[in-house]
């Protein structure tokens, strides 16, 4: 539709107000709740604080368990980190390969895909892998996972956009004696760069949330992760709400300035990874 | 330049060719790390639970007893009404999510002030940590002192005990996973709005349609895949759900809001593998049950 009429008022009034009270009042509460003192915060209400302890609070919350918060950062940040840097490259090696070469493999390795995007993944018997391969309750153990899980999405995601790049492309290097390895690497990786930044957008946001696979798969307050840690806050500090919600406040800047940044490709990805699914 | 020149002096040509043609520029063994990793932690898993739920387990000691797990999840009514728990659950929120999200995606589509801004906040929440959600929701949703209620209260109304009452509890968990992933929703449905020629509004409003019956025979039907999406994003996404039913009631009050999910986990926590696996193979055929049907309809009616 084009954007040639004149904007309705009444009605963008009206669109203003919803979204204003549906979707932007929930994280005015958690921004104000997060600068209160400790007495206000437990009247619930949305009210502008009195007295701002925004900073007091900022440090009481880093400071908690001797800093715990810090260490679930560093964590969560190299889970993050790792998985998404592994898995953007296995991903793309396997999604110009299926979709490049049509075979009776490839035909199979589809419908694995589509299981891997469809079926809930079995939790306990993965422990039970992690167990026997001596890599339960590891860092390495859930990096391995994270990428195992994203890889069906990340694949589609290459594959889809690797049908765009004219295959002459591939033959033109191959004939200049270019083989696989260099054919991938220098060839067709440094074209996939938009997709490539739409996948770590979105895996980095995916995983940096995930709060399920370090529950089962890291538990423990030495791996924390900052999901974790914001899982357990609230039972460890049960009335100091001001401080849940600087807790909730600083785990959500990370994701908050990646959709700043990224906003249009981390629409666009979800899009596609979606109209996939 | 030297470097061409060398490369073909150096290969006498007889000798290249052959052999450059029969490997392919595409090696299987390209797809083998990314395979390995989501065979042994994923494929496998999966297959073993087929047998772990047919034990009983303690991970390091098994013991079979054939269906028995089974027998009790099907007997427990605790563990039982995890089943519909789950199916009430991922069809409230995937309808929901159909109805606002194409309602959005009109709304923001349309000649509307601040669109841009209003496209990025419905959107946020999808990225935002559920359980920072589920948290933030918990303490809006409080039955007497929470924002929710007090804000019903100004205009009359007496809102329900949202988490605390049991008829209550899994629909509201069901409204804030609603409001977190409605975003993408309404994404999904712009892209397929805004991809529908103007002209045929153009020419539908010359023949006179309104607005109803523009949205009705144009927008409605020409937005198919993206409904088609949805749905089975949504339906696969709610089916699944832990996090945020985990971090809002635990399943409580009672068992009133345990899905298969939270069930898995709890047995998981009490030391029951085997029962815990056989309610993850539950959970899996569910799904298969209903992704499959849906992915045959979709696709026979799309052809036809």
Known sequence: MSTRTRPNYPLSGLAIVL??????????????????TAQESALLDFSWPTEWAFVANLQAVVEARDYLLIIAFINSTILTVASVTVVVILAAMAGFVLQRRKSRVTKVANLVILSGLVLPPAVVPTIWVLQK??????????????????????????????????????????????????LFFRVVFPLLRPIIVTVVVVQTVFIWNDFTSP??????????TVQLTLFNFQGQYASSYNLLFMDILLVTVPPLIMFMIFQRQIVSGMVAGSVKG | MTTVTDAVTEAPATTVPEPARRKSPYPYWFILPGGVIFAVFFLVPSVMAFWFSLTRWTLFDQEFI??????????????????WHTLIYA????????????????????????????RSVAFFPVLVSTIGVGLTFQILMHPTRGVINQALDLVGITGPAWLVDPDWALLSVAFVDVWQGVGLATV???????????????AAKMDGAGAWHRFRNITLPLAKPATVSVILLSLIGGLRKFDLIWAMTKGGPGFTSDVMASV?????????????????????????????????????????
């Open chain 1, 19 to 36: 979204f204003g009270v549906v979707f932007l009042v929930p994280f005015g509460f958690i921004l104000l709740t997060a600068g209160k």
């Open chain 2, 188 to 202: 999904i449905y712009m892209a397929g709005i805004l991809s529908i020629p103007g002209e045929y509004f153009e």
């Open chain 2, 66 to 83: 054939g269906l028995d797990n089974y027998v009790q999840f099907f007997r427990e009514p605790a563990l039982a009404s995890g089943l």
């Open chain 1, 133 to 182: 391969i001596g890599l339960f309750k590891t860092m390495p153990g859930l990096i391995l996972v994270e990428i195992a899980y994203a890889m069906a999405f990340c694949v589609l995601l290459f594959q889809a956009f690797i049908a765009g790049i004219p295959k002459e492309m591939d033959e033109a290097a191959t004939i200049d004696g270019a083989g696989p390895v260099s």
């Open chain 1, 215 to 224: 529950l089962y798969f890291l538990p423990g307050d030495e791996n924390a």
């Open chain 2, 91 to 118: 069809v409230t929120t995937s309808g929901l999510k159909v109805v606002l999200g194409m309602a959005l995606a009109v709304l923001l589509t349309g000649p509307i002030l601040g669109r841009g801004f209003m």
């Open chain 2, 264 to 304: 898995i986990y709890k047995q998981y926590q009490a030391g029951f593998y085997g029962l815990s696996t056989a309610g993850n193979v539950v959970l899996f055929l569910l799904v298969i049950l209903i992704a499959l049907p849906l992915f045959w309809f979709f696709n026979r009616k799309e052809d036809a």
